[in-house]
C-alpha cells in the first residue's frame, strides 16, 4: 500500500499538453475526405515544382459556432492520414490536434478565414513560426448528412489556396461523434463525448543517498519498486472532459481512492504546517493532472510505499457524470476475489465510461 508523503524539491509538474484522440469512424467520412485531402495536397505540389520540404499544420474542424465535436478532431486525424498518403518526400505534417493550446491559437482567427473565406493579415504566431500551410475547417452535422468544408491557407499571408466541400450521410457511428469535447456552462453530461482513452505515466523516484542527487524514471508496467522507499505520482490525461477518479487496489489487498482525496488537505496541514491547493476532479481534455497534486506552495507530492510486498493495481476511472459513493467503491473493489471481478464492477456496476488500469509490484524493501 502507500502513504502520502512530503515531497523533494522538485520543479512542480502541473497541467500539460497531453494526447491525441483515438475514435473509430463511419468508412463513409473517410473515403468522402480522402480524395478531398488528395486535392488539397495536389494543389501544394503544384505550387512547388521544386519539391521542396512544406510543413502543412492540421487542426480540429470546428461547428458553425466555432464549438470542437468530437467529429472534428477525428475528421482532422483522417486529413493527417491521408496527407501523407504515398509518402510524399517533400510534405511534412505538423500534428496540432491538442484542445488545450488549439483553443488558445485558433481563437476567430481559423473560423473567420473558413465562413469568410477572405484573406487576413496576420496569423497565430504558432503557426507563422512552425508551419507553412494550414488545414481548416467547419463542419456541419445534420439529421441526414454530414458537411464538411476544408481549407488549405498560407500561414505567411493568409491567402486561400483552394478548398473542399464533401458531405457523407449521418450514420449512428456519426452521429455519436456529434458529442463536444469540452462541456460549456449549461451543458448536460450527455451532450459530451464519451471518455474512449486515458493516458496514463506513472513517475517514480529514489534516493540514491545523502547529498546524492535523486533518481526518477517513468515505470513500466509491472516493474517491481523498492518497497519502503520508493516513491511515485500518477499523471493522466483524457480524450473528452469527464470527472476523473483514481483507485488503488493496493499490496495488502485493500482498496482506497487516491483522486479526489477528501482528506488530502487535512492531512497535508496537519504534517506540515500549510494548506494543499484543493482538487476539483472535473478534468479537461487533452490537460495533463498529476496526482497527488502540489502543495498550496507548489510544491510536488508523491506517495511513498510502504514495506508490504505484492503487487498494486491502479484505476483511472473516467465518467460524464459524479460518483459520491467513493467509500462504498473501494469497499467493493477490497471484497472482489480477482482483477477482473474488479474491472467488472467499475464498467458494469458504477458504469464509468472508461477505465485504464496499470500494475506495478513492490518488494519489501530493507
Given at each position: 500500500m502507500i502513504m502520502l508523503r512530503k515531497l523533494l524539491l522538485l520543479l512542480p509538474l502541473l497541467l500539460v499538453a497531453g494526447p491525441s484522440l483515438r475514435a473509430e469512424t463511419g468508412q463513409e467520412?473517410?473515403?468522402k475526405l480522402a480524395p478531398a485531402t488528395a486535392a488539397l495536397r495536389a494543389a501544394l505540389a503544384q505550387r512547388n515544382p521544386d519539391g521542396k520540404e512544406l510543413t502543412v499544420a492540421t487542426v480540429p474542424l470546428v461547428d458553425s459556432e466555432q464549438n470542437i465535436r468530437?467529429?472534428?478532431v477525428v475528421a482532422a486525424q483522417i486529413v493527417e492520414r491521408q496527407l501523407l498518403a504515398g509518402k510524399p518526400e517533400w510534405l511534412r505534417v505538423q500534428s496540432r490536434l491538442n484542445l488545450t493550446s488549439v483553443m488558445d491559437e485558433q481563437k476567430l482567427w481559423i473560423t473567420n478565414m473558413v465562413k469568410e473565406n477572405r484573406k487576413e493579415n496576420s496569423a497565430p504566431a504558432g503557426f507563422l513560426e512552425k508551419a507553412d500551410f494550414l488545414i481548416v475547417g467547419v463542419l456541419t452535422p445534420g439529421k441526414e448528412q454530414v458537411t464538411v468544408e476544408l481549407r488549405l491557407i498560407g500561414t505567411r499571408n493568409g491567402n486561400v489556396l483552394t478548398a473542399q466541400s464533401v458531405a457523407t450521410p449521418t450514420t449512428p457511428a456519426l452521429r455519436e461523434l456529434f458529442k463536444y469535447m469540452r462541456r460549456a456552462a449549461g451543458r448536460e453530461a450527455e451532450e459530451v463525448a464519451t471518455v474512449d482513452d486515458i493516458h496514463l505515466t506513472v513517475t517514480a523516484q529514489r534516493e540514491a543517498g545523502p547529498g546524492a542527487p535523486v533518481k526518477e524514471w517513468a515505470v513500466k508496467e509491472g516493474e517491481t519498486l523498492k518497497g519502503g522507499s520508493d516513491q511515485f505520482n500518477l499523471r493522466f490525461a483524457a480524450d473528452a472532459d469527464a470527472n476523473v477518479y483514481v483507485f488503488l487496489?493496493?499490496?495488502?489487498?485493500?482498496?482506497a481512492l487516491l483522486f479526489p482525496c477528501e482528506d488530502w488537505e487535512a492531512q497535508f496541514e496537519k504534517q506540515f504546517g500549510r494548506k494543499a491547493k484543493p482538487r476539483d476532479n472535473y478534468c479537461r481534455v487533452d490537460l495533463e493532472y498529476v496526482v497527488p497534486g502540489p502543495d498550496s506552495?507548489?510544491?510536488?507530492?508523491y506517495f511513498k510505499l510502504d514495506t508490504t510486498p505484492g503487487p498494486n493495481i491502479l484505476y483511472i476511472c473516467?465518467?460524464?457524470t459524479e460518483i459520491h459513493n467513493y467509500a462504498d467503491i473501494a469497499e467493493q473493489l477490497t471484497k472482489a476475489g480477482s482483477a477482473e471481478a474488479r474491472l467488472k464492477l467499475l464498467t458494469e456496476t458504477f458504469k464509468f465510461d472508461c477505465v485504464k488500469t496499470f500494475s506495478f509490484t513492490?518488494?519489501?524493501?530493507k
Open positions: 467520412l473517410e473515403a468530437k467529429l472534428g487496489f493496493g499490496s495488502d489487498q485493500q482498496a506552495a507548489n510544491q510536488p507530492r473516467a465518467s460524464r513492490q518488494d519489501a524493501g
